[in-house]
Structures are given as structure tokens and as C-alpha cells.
T-cell receptor, first 112, second 116 residues
Framework: GNSVTQMEGPVTLSEEAFLTINCTYT??????LFWYVQYPGEGLQLLLK?????DKGSNKGFEATYRKETTSFHLEKGSVQVSDSAVYFC???????????FGSGTKLNVKP | EADIYQTPRYLVIGTGKKITLECSQT?????MYWYQQDPGMELHLIHY???????EKGDLSSESTVSRIRTEHFPLTLESARPSHTSQYLC???????????????FGQGTRLTVV
């Protein structure tokens, strides 16, 4: 079956620190992979995505690379800002476009 | 830009009342979803639809029901609200596309339901 596992939070960093949030997945076939971000009181917004192996998704300084050999899609940012404080969700869409599967979310707190 | 709307944003209601949470999208997406989000942030899929007159239960059992009479509309109904139904409910939609590069789920802003 399909599932997503991401590192538990909260993750607390100082401004300008390097960020990594780990995400691994289990899926049949070749899923599409996503990172979504949720700000307080809001729905989820797409942050970046990758649809095939070795693709790198990037947006707003965040990056993630689709690693089929390790079934991973880790989120990274070189220098976080206070405004990056939010909850981050790793997700996959099943190969046959059936459903989206989400990880449990990782809360990021960035301190000034 | 996401064109998916949920109403109301916040709802406080007494036990035993019937409620309907509205979700509409103007993107012509064939698939729609309802997620329940617990205080620990985890998202649980409770209902989904592949198109008009198609509805399926999700991975988390829910006493709510849904309908999909029109492509753009996917309301969720609780016949008799209970305090255990207190949660954040998120609606989402996506389009079946032959090009994986175009795939994405769009989310509404959510409805925070409190049953007292």
C-alpha cells in the first residue's frame, strides 16, 4: 500500500539555520511526491513537487529531490526565516491517481 | 491560484444538531476529498469522490456523509453532532490528468467545528 512517514516535530531553529525535514514513502509504481505547508488557521498550500525519480522540486528557497533508491523526499532550506514557521506535510499521489496520502506533519518554529 | 471555498470558517453548535459543511471549487476538478485534521495536525481522509455520483469512504471511519450531485460541490453532513466531532475539516480537489507534471491537490481554508 501507499504511506508516508516524516520526522516528528516540533523542530525549533534559529533564523538563518539550515533546515532538513525527513520524509520517506512506501508506494506501488511511481508516485508523485509533494511538500505542502500550512500556516496557522489556514488550509494547505503546495510548496513544491516532483513527479519522477531524480527530479528536484524547488520553491521559495526550499528544495527536495525524489530519491527512488532510498524512497525519500527530504525537504531542505539553506537559511530559514521566522516567516517559515508553519507545519510542513510530505505527501504522495498514488501512481494511478487514486488518492493523496499525507505524512503526519512537522511543525517548524524559527526563532529570531 | 486555488479556487476552492469552504463555509463556514468557524462553527460552534450544540450536541444533536444537524450540520452541513460546504465545499465548492470552480476549477472543474473531477476529484474531491474531505480530511479531518486532529489537534496533533495529522490529516485523516474521511471521504473522497472521483466524480459526480461517486463517493467513497476514506481511511478513517466517520459518522458524516457526503454527496456529489454537481462537479463543483461536495458538502459534508453530520446528522447529529457530538463533542467527539469537534475538529478541523479540510476540503480538497484535484484533476485527473495524463501529465503528472500538472497534478496537485488544492485545499480550502478549512472549517473549524466545535460541538458543545
Amino acid at each position: 500500500g501507499n504511506s508516508v512517514t516524516q520526522m516528528e516535530g516540533p523542530v525549533t531553529l534559529s533564523e538563518e539555520a539550515f533546515l532538513t525535514i525527513n520524509c520517506t514513502y512506501t508506494a506501488t509504481g511511481y508516485p508523485s511526491l509533494f511538500w505542502y505547508v500550512q500556516y496557522p488557521g489556514e488550509g494547505l498550500q503546495l510548496l513544491l513537487k516532483a513527479t519522477k525519480a531524480d527530479d528536484k522540486g524547488s520553491n521559495k528557497g526550499f528544495e527536495a529531490t525524489y530519491r527512488k533508491e532510498t524512497t525519500s523526499f527530504h525537504l531542505e532550506k539553506g537559511s530559514v526565516q521566522v516567516s517559515d514557521s508553519a507545519v510542513y506535510f510530505c505527501a504522495l499521489e498514488g501512481y494511478n491517481f487514486n488518492k493523496f496520502y499525507f505524512g503526519s506533519g512537522t511543525k517548524l518554529n524559527v526563532k529570531p | 491560484e486555488a479556487d476552492i471555498y469552504q463555509t463556514p470558517r468557524y462553527l460552534v453548535i450544540g450536541t444533536g444538531k444537524k450540520i452541513t459543511l460546504e465545499c465548492s471549487q470552480t476549477m472543474g476538478h473531477d476529484k474531491m476529498y474531505w480530511y479531518q485534521q486532529d489537534p496533533g495536525m495529522e490529516l485523516h481522509l474521511i471521504h473522497y469522490s472521483y466524480g459526480v455520483n461517486s463517493t467513497e469512504k476514506g481511511d478513517l471511519s466517520s459518522e458524516s456523509t457526503v454527496s456529489r450531485i454537481r462537479t463543483e460541490h461536495f458538502p459534508l453532513t453530520l446528522e447529529s453532532a457530538r463533542p467527539s466531532h469537534t475538529s478541523q475539516y479540510l476540503c480538497a480537489s484535484s484533476r485527473t490528468t495524463p501529465r503528472k507534471e500538472n497534478t496537485e491537490a488544492f485545499f480550502g481554508q478549512g472549517t473549524r467545528l466545535t460541538v458543545v
